[in-house]
């Protein structure tokens, strides 16, 4: 069963203006993280913000904010003011306890067009 | 610096060569991983290791086989290649705990011809 689900595959935004990525995740640990990774076309990973699932505020970095409901189990990325720049694929992630250690495990990812 | 290095970055090969792809970290991780992102850009990991121990094995083929000699150290070696093996495999490191991002490496294209 899919355990990170993002269901946008792709997404336009004109420059300057906010845009929401969707993330759902589903997990019976009540301790896990949710991260958000950006991807561009130069092929490395990137992580940019991280929220616990016992943060009681939402999380930002600049210009992204994680937006956190734990009963509705979702974790959307905001980007505020987007910048050509952020044009890029971008993966939802939640890191949980497994067997020995934890492991990380990413959604399909939301390609994001920022245009001019 | 770079903190996770795999080599090679680019790796073209016939079917049915055997390959292997190098990484390393210098973070001082006790965790290491190999996922895959295939030609749809999806993500799946493959293998974990735990201070040298493997802890995960998601169904990869037996033809993939990880080797951590330290715990600084994640190499894969793949036997008798395919053409669905091509593919970017990325090498991740991370300290314990769930509250910790995962570093990557810069990925290596694997193509299969």
């Known amino acids: 069963a899919q355990k990170i689900t993002q269901t946008q595959p792709g997404m336009f935004v004109q420059e300057k203006e906010a845009v929401t990525l969707d993330c759902t995740y589903d997990?019976?640990?009540?301790?896990?993280?949710l991260f958000w990774y950006k991807q561009p076309s130069s092929g490395e990973m990137i992580f940019l913000i991280y929220q616990g699932s016992y943060d009681q505020q939402n999380a930002t970095e600049g210009r992204y904010s994680l937006n956190f409901q734990k009963a509705r189990k979702s974790a959307n990325l905001v980007i505020s003011a987007s910048q050509l720049g952020d044009s890029a694929m971008y993966f939802c992630?939640?890191?949980?306890?497994?067997?020995?250690?934890?492991?990380?495990?990413f959604g399909a990812g939301t390609r994001l067009f920022v245009k001019a | 610096d770079t903190a996770v290095s795999q080599t090679p970055k680019y790796l073209v090969t016939q079917m049915g060569n055997d390959k292997s792809i190098k990484c390393e970290q210098n973070?001082?991780?006790?965790?290491m991983y190999w996922y895959k992102q295939d030609s749809k850009k999806f993500l799946k990991i493959m293998f974990s290791?735990?201070?040298?121990?493997?802890?995960i094995n998601e169904t990869v083929p037996n033809r993939f086989s990880p080797k951590s000699p330290d715990k600084a150290h994640l190499n894969l070696h793949i036997n008798s290649l395919e053409l669905g093996d091509s593919a970017v495999y990325f090498c991740?490191?991370?300290?314990?705990?769930?509250?910790?991002?995962?570093?990557f490496g810069q990925g290596t294209r694997l193509t299969v011809v």
């Open positions: 997990t019976s640990d009540p301790s896990y993280g």
């Open positions: 290791y735990n201070n040298k121990e493997l802890i």
């Open positions: 973070l001082g991780h006790d965790t």
């Open positions: 991740a490191s991370s300290p314990p705990g769930q509250n910790t991002e995962a570093f």
């Open positions: 992630a939640m890191r949980e306890r497994n067997t020995g250690g934890f492991k990380t495990i």
